[in-house]
């Protein structure tokens, strides 16, 4: 869930580990299927806008593609979900 006109870590939706991170791919979609926003960095997280302005309140699906190299191994991983904006 996240609050975008908070402006802080509440008001954004991104990658958080620990770990490194070599690799990375976030799409979050509306629910017709658009496409709403993509990154390729990181530290790239989502603040619930789309094209400068904020989007409505409501559940936006995101998939997500990143390799975590941790000790000398490195493993990729795909997640799937939803994230709420609310206000």
């Known amino acids: 869930m996240i609050k975008p006109e908070l402006g802080d870590?509440?008001?954004m939706f991104g990658l958080q580990t620990g770990c490194n991170v070599s690799a990375y791919s976030i799409r979050i979609y509306d629910?017709?299927?658009g496409l709403i926003f993509e990154?390729?960095?990181?530290q790239?997280?989502?603040n619930g806008t789309y094209r400068g302005k904020l989007?409505?309140?409501?559940?936006?699906?995101?998939h997500a593609v990143f390799m975590l190299e941790n000790g000398g191994e490195a493993k990729w991983v795909?997640?799937?979900g939803s994230v709420?904006?609310?206000r």
């Not at 990154?39 to 990181?42: D, T």
């Not at 989007?55 to 995101?62: A, E, L, Q, R, T």
């Open 55 to 62: 989007v409505p309140p409501g559940v936006y699906v995101f």
């Open 31 to 33: 629910r017709w299927g």
């Open 44 to 46: 790239q997280s989502w």
């Open 84 to 86: 709420a904006v609310v």
């Open 78 to 80: 795909s997640k799937s």
């Open 39 to 42: 990154g390729n960095q990181p």
């Open 9 to 11: 870590a509440n008001g």
